[in-house]
């Protein structure tokens, strides 16, 4: 399923450095090692992202060629979303380790999804009957959706 995305021209709050660093080192590592899309693509949805700038961001990434570079998108936002171009040049003038990068990105997704996955089984656990069919069902996604986490999380 697509985010709900809010009007592109609508005014979003600029993250601040406490706000959700795995978010923010996830586009980081993105926008860093390009090859790191791929294990992203496998694991990670826009609707992962809480901030919107963050999911606006991570959505256009999704939109490039394998072979494209994402150094052109603060460029492309300029105008029509100035907001969006501003975050995007702060990821970049961040200076982070390169050492581990890919560990600390499967680090950082982990603690995404793990998020996710909390608040996920809360909000549907709210709305089954225990020992019902439904309760059933939901028990088996829920455990795919913690192998799915053990996968992203399995040493190379």
Known sequence: PRSRRSNPHESAPAPTSS????????????LTEAQLMSLAKQFLRPEDFRHSLYRQLYEQLLQLPD?????HL???????????ARELAALYATDFLHEHLESQFR??????????LREYRQERLQL???NSTEHALLGRTLRQMEEELNRIFKPR
Do not use: C, G, I, T
């Not at 706000?19 to 993105?30: I, K, T």
């Not at 072979?67 to 150094?71: C, F, K, L």
């Not at 603060?74 to 969006?84: M, N, R, S, T």
């Not at 680090?107 to 996710?116: A, C, M, P």
């Open 67 to 71: 072979d494209a570079s994402s150094a």
């Open 107 to 116: 680090l950082s997704l982990r603690r995404l999804k793990e998020r996710h």
């Open 74 to 84: 603060p460029q492309q936002f300029a105008k029509e979303q100035p907001e969006l």
């Open 128 to 130: 089954v009957a225990p």
């Open 19 to 30: 706000h959700s660093p795995d978010e923010r080192f996830l586009l980081q590592a993105l």
